[in-house]
């Protein structure tokens, strides 16, 4: 039988950038919107500005490296829906700058992988048994062309000269978060899918985003389009990496 239930929506880092604009487009398509903010403040003004668009949405607050505050995330959906539809794993950082690998501090790599990688696991299991409760659940990664292994030692590829350790390994490990818990829900029904956005003009990085965007970097629409297209997705795809273009190599 179908469930009719109205579609949960949970992302991650959504007060801004990526994620605020995907919560615009799973909200317009009628999703309820669970905006994931590490600071409530921020959170609470992504739901306002969310709600003059007559999105309905209700602000979570959620450090993905806070494991507490994800149970008590989790412990908060459930009394209020019971389940949850989406999980968009989309909160993440770089806080390397293209050290060599030679001269990367550690911890620089470190809160690399706490976010795109711890982070997205703890989220991920936290909430799985919520996924489980409904029958049409999905788990959409938004990781990056950086952490793709095939562009990185393709020679004909411009990331092939791309050397950004801390943050690569980060999402290639947020990668094979996705083809494994691919394979292990494949018989649950619940999707996991990984997502490059592409060169997007948000402040990601600690890019002044009232500065002009450099040639070549996507407006925020643009980059949140893959995004919200398999957050929507019913093909029952699964295991994927897709960008606007299609698909990419792992
Ligand atoms: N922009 C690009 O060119 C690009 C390219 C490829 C992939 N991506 C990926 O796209 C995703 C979104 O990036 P963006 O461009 O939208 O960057 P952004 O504007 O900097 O947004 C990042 C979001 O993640 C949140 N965040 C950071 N640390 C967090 C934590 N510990 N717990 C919870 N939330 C946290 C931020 O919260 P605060 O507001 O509190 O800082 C913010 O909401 C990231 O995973 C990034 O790796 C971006």
């Known amino acids: 039988m179908t ?7 949970l992302i ?14 799973v909200g317009a398509a009628g999703h309820h919107v669970l905006v994931g903010a590490r600071n409530a403040q921020k959170g609470a003004a992504a739901v306002a500005t969310l709600r003059t668009l007559g999105i309905t949405a209700d602000a979570v607050q959620l450090d993905v490296t806070d494991h507490e505050q994800i149970v008590a ?9 019971g389940y949850l539809s989406v999980l968009v794993n989309n909160a993440g950082i770089a806080v390397d700058h293209h050290q060599p690998a030679s001269q990367l501090a550690l911890d620089l790599a470190r809160q690399d992988m706490a976010v795109n990688y711890f982070g997205l696991v703890d989220v991920t299991q936290v ?51 996705t083809i494994a818990f691919a394979k292990e829900l494949a018989s649950t029904g619940i999707t996991v899918n990984s997502v490059n956005p592409g060169w ?15 040639a070549g970097m996507q407006d925020v629409a643009t980059g949140a389009a893959q995004i919200i297209k398999m957050t929507l997705d019913d093909s029952g795809a699964t295991g994927t990496f897709t960008e606007n273009a299609g698909p990419l190599p792992w």
Request: overall charge positive; cysteine-free.
């Open 127 to 177: 909430m799985l048994p919520l996924l489980k409760a409904t029958h049409r659940a999905k788990i959409v990664n938004v990781t990056s062309n950086m952490g793709s292994l095939g562009l990185a030692t393709d020679p004909t590829s411009q990331f092939f000269h791309v050397n950004s350790l801390g943050y690569q390994a980060s999402k290639a490990a947020a990668n094979f978060a």
């Open 73 to 81: 995330a989790a412990d908060r959906i459930r009394s209020q829906f």
């Open 3 to 9: 469930d009719q239930r109205p579609f949960i929506t």
């Open 12 to 25: 991650t880092g959504a007060d801004k950038g990526l994620g605020f604009e995907t919560a615009k487009g």
């Open 200 to 214: 997007t003009a948000t402040g990601f990085g600690g890019r002044d985003v009232t500065q002009a965007a450099p």
